[in-house]
């Protein structure tokens, strides 16, 4: 069965960065865009960006174009999104998802919440 | 950016009930509208693509409709493991844009 399984809660100080992870099981990983999303505490979602897991082709949300970098590994079906220069506004909780030719976002990983405190 | 704006924010309703909730874009988006349901803690669920067709497993009391600007999500007889929120997405230009949500409570 299809599994994108996120890395652990993530408590971070200002102007530091974070890697968080999504790998990927139940499917041919090069065969889906790997997208990721935000959600700020109670609020609606963000599109951030994505990635092709075969050629490593990007495209970003430019207001997200430089907090984020995404990479994939796929010797082990995982993506990775860095946030860089984080402050509170980037507090939340960030999803990965993945997308097919016909239907967007049918799969989910279970959330990280990110925390930026000092 | 395209906006997707949701109405209502929130809607109370009883079990049994047919629920509308409406999303509307700035601009044309053809059928490139999805609905998600999201309980309290969960990641997002893909309920309906492409503005009508239904995800595998979803019940069949949900459909959606519409197309251009104008879009539509029915519960046709709202039961209690409906409880959440939902959200609209419009995936036809980048960005991505999701709306606001609509909170559904049960009355």
């Known amino acids: 069965q299809v599994n994108l399984l996120q890395s652990r809660a993530a408590l971070v100080k200002p102007g530091a960065s974070v890697k968080l992870s999504c790998k990927a099981s139940g499917y041919t990983f090069t065969d889906y865009y790997i997208h990721w999303v935000k959600q700020s505490h109670g609020k609606s979602l963000e599109w951030i960006g994505y990635i092709n897991p075969n050629s490593g082709y990007t495209n970003y949300n430019e207001k997200f174009k430089s907090k984020a970098t995404l990479t994939v590994d796929k010797s082990t079906n995982t993506a990775y999104m860095e946030l860089s220069r984080l402050t509170s506004e980037d507090s939340a909780t960030y999803y990965c998802?993945?997308?097919?030719?016909?239907?967007?976002?049918?799969?989910w990983g279970q959330g990280v919440m990110v925390t930026v405190s000092s | 950016d395209i906006q997707m704006t949701q109405s209502p924010s929130f809607l109370s309703a009883s079990v049994g009930d047919r629920v509308t909730l409406s999303c509307k874009a700035s601009q044309n988006i053809n059928k490139y509208l999805a609905w998600y349901q999201q309980k309290l803690g969960e990641a997002p669920k893909l309920l309906i693509y492409n503005a009508n067709s239904l995800q595998t497993g979803i019940p069949s009391r949900f459909s959606g409709s519409g197309s251009g600007t104008d879009f539509t999500l029915t519960i046709s007889s709202l039961q209690p493991e409906d409880v959440a929120t939902y959200f609209c997405l419009q995936h036809n230009s980048w960005p991505y844009t999701f709306g606001a949500g609509t909170k559904l409570e049960l009355k």
């Open positions: 998802t993945r997308r097919g030719w016909e239907r967007p976002f049918d799969y």
